[in-house]
Each structure stands twice: as C-alpha cells, then as structure tokens.
C-alpha cells in the first residue's frame, strides 16, 4: 500500500483544491473548494448526520438526470455558508463550465453541490459567516494551485472553525495508490465532531491505527503526565464561553464532518453513491461516535475517469480504500491543527494538549 506523490485529494487527476480562510477580528470560519476539470466529474453522496445542511444532494441521486460536477464547495458558518456555492458558480459560469441549456457558450448551469458545518460564533461574532465573496475566493485559489501540490491541511478554508470534540479540528487529506490497478483514491476530511476522536484511556487517535507504512509511526500514546493533564478535553464539547453558552441555550451541540472521495476510475452515479456510503465506514473508524443527530454529516464522491468502467474487483478494491482514505485524512486534519484562542473560548490542538504523542523531530 502506498500513498500518492502528495497523499492529498488532488493526486486524483482533475480535481484541484482552494481555500478561503477568515480568521481575526470576530471571524473563524471559511470555505473549501473543490474543482474538477472542464468536463466535469461524475458526482455522487451520501448525508447521514441528523442535522445536516446541504445544497443540491437531491441532484446527485442516481435517479436523477445530471450526471456530472463542476465544483464542490464545503463551509463554515452553518445554513449561511451555502451561499458560498453561489460565488462558485459565478466563476464557473465565466469560464461557461456547467450543465448546458442553451446553444450558446455561455448558457449553461454550473453544478455546485455543497455541504457546511456549524462554526457560528466561534470566531467572537455571530454574524461572521462565509459568503459568495469568500466562495470565489476558495475557487480561485483552487484554480491557482499547482496541479500536483498538497492541499493546505490543518486550520484552513472551512476547516478554519472547526472542533473535534473538545480539540482544535481541521482540514485534513490522504490518498492511495492500488497496486493491481493503478487507480488513485484520496480523501478530504474537514474535522468538526460532537464526538472525540482519542481513546479516553490512553489517548491515541482511533484512527491512527489504519495509517499507510509508516505515516502514523511518530504518534505514540500519551505520557500518564500528559493523559492526566489533559483527559477530560477526550470527551464531550466544553460548556463554557459564548459560543458554548449558545449552543446551550439551544439544548444541544452544534458541529458536523464533511468530506469528499475521489478517485480517477471510471463509475457511474450509482457507483459513487455507494462510494460515498463506504466513506462513511471511515469516519465512524475515526470518531466516536460519528453521525450523531447533533452532526450533518456528509460526504460526496467524485469519479473523474473517462476510460472503461471500472471492474467488480476494482470497485470492490475502490470501496475498501475509500473508507480508510477518510480515516487517514481525519487523522491528518486532528494532527495538523493548531491552538486557537478567540473572545468565544479556547481550543487545544491534540498535539498541544498530548506534546509527548507527538515524537516527530
């Protein structure tokens, strides 16, 4: 098993990645945009948190006519931030990518699937949220990246809010390469958890344990020092600062995982429903509990290959990588955040909290 040159979402060919992150002065929150190529790819989903919010999932049913994606977007600011998807598809339009319906170049409809996560006030302000403005920019970065580099991890685009559990979460990305087929899988994972993602009692990160050869090895359990200093952030979310008094005075927490799966096989919409469906064995491998009725929980898929269809043993083997693609890429976003401090609390990093599970030089 090995990772791809990046062990990142856009070792898939076609698909690129951008942030836009809105940090300081009463903002925590941003939007992760994923764009495929000018073709687009073939789209698929699959929602299974209680509360959820999300934009054009009907779409993807394989039931449905339009068979191909332009972009996803992901987001922070909660229902708000679906209006990031609409500066997406302003950009998109420019370029006249989209769903034709007209004989002009231009006329087309852009299709923009999206999913958010709840950050609302954690930056300081509650009206802080992501907009068609902050959309255009994730999209731009998207396009501007270099075709083969990593996507940016850790408190970035619409990871930039984000909680797991009572830690700092973030964006995080992982891939692999089959080695019978060929084929790239990746994922990318934005952390933002009612459930923990560590053991209680000793600490290491559930899913570190389904990393490739070698990419988890520096993670080592925490020092009894370090676990005693530090356990009780292992469990449910904090009940103090405002934004935790917020999300009181509505009786429950507040947050939501969401991702993306691709991989550069050739499926048809059903496959990559079912591909989505997978992820989802994934994310509940890396948080505890996963898919609560306080989390929207959503992964799409993307497909971006034109060659022959993928066979059963390679979908199968496409299946099996895709769900521990997804724990990876969690593991990558938990690692790869950073403390973070606002007017509305005060949030650790996992490598902050446990800095003897960390024995990278």
């Known amino acids: 098993m090995v990772a791809g040159p990046a062990n990142s979402l856009t070792d898939v060919r076609g698909l690129r990645a951008g942030h836009a992150t809105l940090a300081g002065d009463g903002w925590l929150t941003g939007v992760t945009v ?92 509650f009206g802080n949220y992501p907009g068609p403005a902050a959309g255009e920019a994730a999209f731009e970065a998207a396009m501007a990246a270099p075709e083969a580099g990593a996507v940016p991890a850790g408190c970035v685009g619409a990871g930039t809010g984000a909680l797991a559990g009572q830690l700092k979460g973030g964006v995080g990305s992982a891939s692999e ?11 990318l994972a934005v952390v933002n958890a009612v459930g923990s993602v560590a053991e209680m009692r000793t600490g290491l990160l559930y899913g570190a344990a389904f990393g490739l050869p070698g990419e988890f090895d520096w993670l080592a359990a925490p020092s009894v020092a370090d676990l005693r200093a530090g356990a009780a952030r292992l469990s449910g979310r904090p009940r103090t600062g405002p934004a935790a008094q917020a999300e009181q005075a509505a009786a429950h927490p507040l947050n939501t995982t969401i991702g993306i799966i691709g991989c550069d096989a050739s499926l048809t919409k059903a496959q990559c ?61 938990v690692v790869s955040a950073s403390p973070t401090t606002t007017p ?18």
């Open 177 to 187: 390469v089959l080695e019978e087929s060929g084929i790239t899988v990746a994922a």
């Open 273 to 333: 429903a079912k591909l989505a469906g997978i992820a989802h064995d994934g994310m509940a491998r890396a948080i505890r509990p996963a898919h609560s009725m306080f989390d929207g929980d959503t992964i799409f898929a993307l497909a971006t290959g034109s060659g022959r269809p993928a066979t059963p043993l390679e979908f199968h083997a496409i299946l099996a990588s895709a769900a521990d693609c997804f724990t990876r890429a969690v593991v990558h976003g």
């Open 34 to 125: 994923v764009v495929t190529g000018p073709d687009g790819a073939t789209g698929g989903v699959d929602v299974r948190g209680g509360g959820p919010g999300t934009r054009e999932t009907d779409l993807l049913s394989p039931l449905n006519q339009v068979e191909r994606v332009n972009a996803v977007v992901l987001a922070g600011g909660s229902a708000y931030g679906l209006s990031a998807a609409h500066g997406v598809m302003t950009r998109l339009a420019s370029l006249h990518r989209g769903f034709r319906v007209g004989p002009e170049p231009a006329q087309v409809v852009p299709i923009v699937p999206a999913a958010i996560l709840y950050d609302l006030g954690r930056g300081g302000v």
């Open 344 to 361: 509305a609390g005060s949030w650790p990093s996992y490598l902050d909290l446990f800095p003897s599970a960390g024995t990278r030089g």
